[in-house]
């Protein structure tokens, strides 16, 4: 009886390990993946972030004409995952690459353990720096040094060198990522904020095409100050008790 | 039902054919979307180049004929809606419907373009992020 025991126990741990080890291995988040187009992030949203008095005067007066990405300067984390154009995701163990079809820029995402490097602020990236972790099957992304001469998005929501973006990616079916996203900016923001966007995987054999934005940026020489926002009046958030 | 659909689809390249300029900046800071304009031509250059396509159009007015430049989207997403870059050639006639540039200079933003077979040329640039494939 207890060898036949014994068998029994000795097979459920044959089908248990493995399968074990398997629940522990992280999701693969390789492929080709299309963005939800967000040209403004308050949209989203559903009203302005919670600005500080400085973010929102730079709100008010934010001239569009000055959009950095019209004159080809990368498009900064945010709105690379928002425009409407696709990336490649790269997944290895110590290390997630991501190529943007806009603007053929890339993010590396550190999976090695390290941290943010010690003269970061003084070396930004449009980009930011990035590293990541796993938990449970969420990719955690923790980036920052991003140059503030990005923009959060289109609209012209800005921000300064402590922004620092908290991103988590979870693969909720074999095509869609949720991708939650937290801006931290005390310059800008009284508190943190986040949203949250899918990305659908293209289909087999979706390639990214060219994007090179020197090419033939005729746009530039046309543009004309544009103040959209001059109107806008800015509420602060009413503290909460205790808060 | 028919014609309400084509109506729709109408209704969205109108819309959406912007948004590649918005992508890369914001529409009104380059053109007045107060300043509606329609102009017949003969394509004279076709520019399928990044960040938006160029193309120019030879308008006669009373005789005497000018240059117009006319943006579109960006070649990836026209490229995934099914365009080419010779899916238009220089010679064939378009309409054209579009705003005006806001520093006055001889250039639109195109909405829509119709041949003068009835084709619709370079619209429907959203279609790869509007369907969700």
């Known amino acids: 009886m207890a060898a036949r025991i014994g068998v029994v126990i000795g097979l459920l741990l044959t089908l248990v390990v493995p399968a074990a080890a398997q629940t522990a291995a992280p999701p693969d988040l390789s492929g080709f993946w299309i963005n939800q187009y967000t040209p403004d992030l308050s949209a989203v949203l559903?009203?302005?972030?919670?600005?500080?008095?400085?973010?929102?005067?730079?709100?008010?007066?934010?001239d569009t004409a000055k959009d950095p990405?019209?004159?080809?300067?990368?498009?900064?984390p945010s709105r690379g995952f928002t425009a409407p154009f696709p990336f490649?995701?790269?997944?290895?163990?110590?290390?997630?690459?991501?190529?943007?079809?806009?603007?053929?820029i890339w993010r590396a995402i550190y999976m090695d353990g390290r941290?943010?490097?010690?003269?970061?602020?003084?070396?930004?990236?449009?980009?930011?720096?990035?590293?990541?972790?796993?938990?449970?099957?969420t990719l955690v992304v923790d980036t920052q040094g991003i140059d503030e001469r990005s923009w959060l998005d289109t609209a012209g929501h800005e921000h300064s060198a402590k922004l620092r973006l908290t991103e988590r990616f979870t693969?909720?079916?074999?095509?869609?990522?949720?991708?939650?996203?937290?801006?931290?900016?005390?310059?800008?923001?009284?508190?943190?904020?986040?949203?949250?966007?899918?990305?659908?995987?293209?289909?087999?054999?979706?390639?990214?095409?060219?994007?090179?934005?020197?090419?033939?940026?005729?746009?530039?020489?046309?543009?004309?100050?544009?103040?959209?926002?001059?109107?806008?009046?800015h509420v602060p958030e009413e503290k909460k008790p205790g808060g | 039902m028919q014609r309400g659909i084509a109506a729709l689809l109408a209704a969205v390249g109108v819309v959406f054919s912007g948004l590649s300029v918005a992508a890369h900046h914001s529409f009104a800071a380059q053109y007045d979307r107060d300043k509606p304009i329609t102009l017949k031509g003969t394509i004279n250059k076709i520019e399928w180049a990044n960040p938006h396509i160029y193309f120019y159009l030879d308008v006669v007015d009373n005789g005497a004929k000018t240059e117009w430049a006319?943006?579109?989207g960006a070649p990836s997403t026209l490229y995934r809606a099914g365009w080419r870059k010779d899916s238009?050639?220089?010679?064939?006639?378009?309409?054209?419907?579009?705003?005006?540039?806001?520093?006055?200079?001889?250039?639109?933003?195109?909405?829509?373009?119709?041949?003068?077979?009835?084709?619709?040329?370079?619209?429907?640039?959203?279609?790869?992020y509007q369907k969700g494939r």
């Open chain 2, 88 to 128: 238009a050639k220089v010679g064939e006639s378009v309409t054209v419907d579009g705003f005006l540039a806001k520093d006055g200079s001889k250039l639109v933003n195109m909405q829509q373009a119709v041949l003068a077979d009835g084709r619709k040329l370079f619209v429907g640039q959203q279609t790869f």
């Open chain 1, 171 to 233: 693969k909720t079916g074999d095509d869609t990522i949720r991708w939650t996203v937290t801006y931290d900016d005390p310059v800008y923001f009284t508190r943190p904020w986040s949203i949250e966007r899918t990305f659908t995987r293209g289909k087999p054999g979706d390639r990214i095409l060219p994007y090179t934005c020197n090419e033939n940026n005729k746009d530039v020489e046309h543009l004309r100050p544009n103040q959209p926002n001059l109107k806008y009046k």
């Open chain 1, 46 to 62: 559903g009203k302005q972030p919670p600005f500080t008095e400085f973010g929102a005067e730079r709100w008010r007066t934010v």
């Open chain 1, 88 to 104: 490649l995701l790269v997944q290895h163990d110590k290390m997630i690459a991501i190529m943007f079809e806009y603007q053929a």
């Open chain 1, 69 to 76: 990405t019209a004159i080809c300067l990368p498009v900064g």
């Open chain 1, 115 to 137: 941290g943010h490097p010690d003269d970061l602020a003084d070396y930004p990236y449009f980009m930011g720096h990035s590293v990541g972790k796993w938990e449970g099957n």
């Open chain 2, 70 to 72: 006319i943006e579109g």
